[in-house]
């Protein structure tokens, strides 16, 4: 059956195109670098939003109108996948990503959602022998059921701690068996609400303890995916414990467990725990934590997960900076963990939202690849640490000094002369790179 019977493939026609359906930046084989976009951006569709997503808010039912959504149960599991292959090849999408739930209904019992499982991964399997379209990555929810109350792995209930990892063997051995490059741990509800009734030191260990179980067993089974965390501060907890990457970096240390995981790092989430997109990517780089990306952004004006397709170009410049500056993404991608909004509610919105995001990547890798190029900021920040490089500063750097030492340097020292840091300068750099990099 066809589901998107009015669009044909999405082409690359360039930037004075006046053709909704078609990219205007994002051409798949051009070569940035001396790799390919499609090499390099490694674009995922998030199956969550794009096929199981009604549009519901907290103020009202969902609006979204999708021609699967006349079935129910495994039937319309199964229209899903259909949908989801159809539109993996018109919009030429390398990777997709799930959850179980968005793939399979859950039965009455977790032997039943298995069964479920089982009958939707045969049929991927199956689909996936014709696409060119791969498993970005799989992972649980382990956090809408009721049952995941007061958590998973850190729930004060033993059952429910047992559960969660029933849940997520399963999970491990689908993606074996599709072929997932990478895996995700996003905790939604691994943290409290209040400390008053909360053994956090008991928590935080059964967590870690979780993680080591989970690696064990991919171990045994052969299952050589990456293993991600997802960090985000709040929501649905008032207090998660993979608050951000310097906290989550700080946990897996802790554990023994950073040579195991690397970061799946959300734009939105970034926005939450009051960083900048950029500052989590950078963090994770500096510390080889990177791993992959959901590429979204969040709204200026609310305070909560929006989830919204990313079209600051800002943005999308220094986020790809910093995965161009990582060396790629590795196993990673650019998932689009990101929601048509309320009142995009067709089908047609879909591939809008998509080429929109995918153009948004597309620019801000050229002009990034064009900023390394030109040495720009990395001739900025060495000058701006050029004292560094030597004297006191270069003895400060090789470990050749101690506070005796630097107490003798600086008690006649008279004026210290700074250099401007150019902020506006270079932001306005940026903006000139924008707008020349596609005038050629």
């Given at each position: 059956m066809t589901y998107f019977k009015t669009i044909e493939k999405i082409q690359y026609e360039g930037p004075k195109s006046t053709n909704p359906l078609a990219f205007k930046f994002y051409n798949p084989t051009e070569k940035v670098g001396g790799k390919t976009m499609e090499e390099i951006l490694r674009f995922g569709i998030a199956y969550w939003h794009?096929?199981?997503?009604?549009?519901?808010?907290?103020?009202?039912?969902?609006?979204?109108?999708r021609p699967w959504d006349k079935y129910t149960g495994l039937d319309l599991a199964k229209a899903r996948v259909e949908a989801a292959f159809e539109f993996f090849e018109k919009i030429n999408a390398p990777y997709f990503a799930f959850h179980d739930v968005d793939i399979a209904p859950?039965?009455?019992?977790?032997?039943?959602?298995?069964?479920?499982?089982?009958?939707?991964?045969?049929?991927?399997?199956?689909?996936?022998?014709?696409?060119?379209?791969?498993?970005?990555?799989?992972?649980?929810?382990?956090?809408?059921?009721?049952?995941?109350?007061?958590?998973?792995?850190?729930?004060?209930?033993?059952?429910?701690?047992?559960?969660?990892?029933?849940?997520?063997?399963?999970?491990?051995?689908?993606?074996?068996?599709?072929?997932?490059?990478?895996?995700?741990?996003w905790g939604g509800?691994?943290?409290?609400?209040?400390?008053?009734?909360?053994?956090?030191?008991?928590?935080?260990?059964?967590?870690?303890?979780f993680f080591h179980m989970a690696k064990d067993y991919a171990n045994e089974i052969g299952f050589d995916a990456q293993f991600l965390i997802e960090p985000k501060p709040k929501e649905p907890t008032s207090h998660q414990y993979d608050f951000d990457v310097a906290s989550g970096y700080a946990f897996l240390q802790h554990y023994g467990l950073e040579n195991i995981f690397k970061f799946n790092i959300e734009a939105n989430h970034a926005?939450?725990?009051?960083?900048?997109?950029?500052?989590?990517?950078?963090?994770?780089?500096?510390?080889?934590?990177?791993?992959?990306?959901?590429?979204?952004?969040?709204?200026?004006?609310?305070?909560?997960?929006?989830?919204?397709?990313?079209?600051?170009?800002?943005?999308?410049?220094?986020?790809?900076?910093?995965?161009?500056?990582?060396?790629?993404?590795?196993?990673?991608?650019?998932?689009?963990?990101?929601?048509?909004?309320?009142?995009?509610?067709?089908?047609?919105?879909?591939?809008?939202?998509?080429?929109?995001?995918?153009?948004?990547?597309?620019?801000?890798l050229k002009v990034a690849q064009s900023l390394i190029d030109d040495n720009v900021l990395d001739g900025i920040i060495e000058d701006r640490y050029q004292s560094y490089t030597e004297g006191i500063g270069l003895d400060i750097v090789e470990g050749n000094t101690d506070l005796k030492k630097l107490e003798a340097y600086a008690l006649d020292l008279k004026d210290i002369q700074h250099a401007s840091g150019k902020q506006e300068s270079i932001k306005a750099t940026i903006n000139q790179y924008l707008l020349t990099t596609f005038n050629d």
């Open positions: 794009t096929f199981t997503e009604d549009l519901s808010d907290p103020f009202g039912v969902g609006t979204a109108v859950e039965g009455d019992t977790l032997r039943e959602t298995n069964k479920n499982l089982d009958i939707i991964v045969a049929m991927i399997k199956d689909y996936m022998k014709d696409s060119k379209t791969k498993l970005l990555w799989n992972t649980v929810n382990n956090f809408s059921h009721p049952r995941f109350v007061h958590g998973a792995a850190s729930s004060n209930n033993a059952d429910v701690f047992a559960y969660a990892a029933a849940k997520v063997k399963k999970a491990l051995e689908v993606g074996k068996e599709l072929g997932a490059e990478n895996y995700v741990f509800r691994e943290g409290y609400e209040t400390l008053l009734n909360t053994n956090m030191k008991l928590e935080l260990d059964n967590l870690a303890r926005t939450l725990a009051g960083h900048t997109f950029e500052h989590e990517l950078h963090y994770a780089r500096i510390h080889n934590m990177l791993g992959s990306v959901d590429a979204n952004q969040g709204h200026p004006l609310l305070g909560w997960d929006t989830d919204e397709f990313p079209t600051d170009l800002h943005t999308t410049v220094l986020a790809m900076y910093e995965i161009l500056k990582n060396g790629g993404l590795g196993r990673g991608g650019l998932n689009f963990d990101a929601k048509v909004r309320r009142g995009s509610f067709t089908p047609e919105d879909l591939f809008h939202a998509h080429i929109a995001g995918m153009d948004s990547f597309a620019i801000g």
